[in-house]
């Protein structure tokens, strides 16, 4: 997956080159770009705001560099895939099951001839009006060739972008959640983590993405309480059944406990 990302403050992405994320980018899963929008700027003060139409507070980013940015990104994006890294053949041949003539029998062509699949592309503007993240979306991105996050700042982007975008490339408004940040940096990073560890291969346990498919707060249930050594702390005492080593005692225990907690911090759930 290539992931681009699009801001005033290219710095505030340093982060990404740690942990989980940085890991994925060096085993070549993910391929992160960090652009500064200024690069598309053609003044000599190299400006990316401008007062609002309307009159009010604060000023509002202009569309013209980030209309620049995406055509580059775009141009690019061609480019990648006629060179043939993002398209597995060429968008001439004849998918299976698309020629009239697949029985639905398998058969060794099933399995040698590559199938023809048009790349997906999201660009995404972290926006407090947005739709709300959700894991369902980060599952969504995750299948995804590209990303390219729109990092707005002042009192947000002009409104066309997002139009002129999505006559371009799948375009979502996006917010991270109900309370306002300064720009869209801290929400791309928030999402970009949550897609990059749903990209088969990164995580290095499975089993928790499938664990977290049972019992995940965003479907329903909040996690249970988790608790390690020791069994003593401070005078606080880890759950005697967690010791007890019955399993279908602790999968009852686990589950009423996770049940009380939603009740308890997602009432309207
Ligand atoms: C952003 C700003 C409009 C006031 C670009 C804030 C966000 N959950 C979220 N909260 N705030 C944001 C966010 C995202 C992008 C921008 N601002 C500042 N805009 C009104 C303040 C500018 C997300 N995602």
Redesign the pocket.
């Known amino acids: 997956m290539r992931i681009d990302l699009v801001t005033v403050f290219p710095d505030y992405f340093a982060p990404l080159g740690l942990s989980l994320v940085g890991k994925a980018i060096a085993a070549g899963l993910v391929d992160v770009a960090v652009h500064d929008l200024r690069r598309w700027t053609s003044d000599v003060h190299r400006s990316v705001d401008d007062t609002p139409f309307g009159g009010g507070a604060g000023m509002v980013m202009k569309p013209e560099p980030w209309g620049a940015a995406l055509d580059e990104l775009l141009g690019q994006e061609a480019a990648t895939a006629s060179a043939g890294a993002l398209c597995p053949s060429s968008p001439h041949s004849d998918p299976i099951g698309q020629t009239g003539l697949d029985d639905g029998a398998a058969s060794a062509a099933d399995v040698a001839a590559p199938t023809s699949r048009r790349p997906r592309a999201f660009f995404i503007i ?3 009006s ?1 739709v709300p993240f959700s894991q369902a979306l980060a599952r969504d991105w995750a299948l995804a060739d590209r990303l390219i996050f729109a ?7 002009d409104a066309r972008v997002p139009l002129h975008a999505a006559q371009r490339i799948e375009t979502a408004e ?11 940096e801290v ?1 791309a990073l928030a999402m970009v983590e949550a897609v990059v560890r749903l990209i088969p291969g990164v995580l290095g346990n499975p089993q928790s993405l499938v664990e977290e498919s049972h019992a995940p707060s965003w479907d329903g249930l909040l996690e249970y309480p988790v608790y390690t050594k020791p069994a003593s702390w401070r005078g606080l005492d880890v759950p005697t059944v967690l010791l007890s080593g019955h399993h279908a005692k602790i999968a009852q225990w686990r589950r009423a406990q996770a049940v009380a907690l939603t009740r308890l911090r997602r009432p309207s759930a």
């Open positions: 972290p926006s407090p947005g990092c707005g700042r002042y009192e947000g982007i996006v917010s991270l959640g109900d309370y306002v940040l300064n720009g869209g929400a």
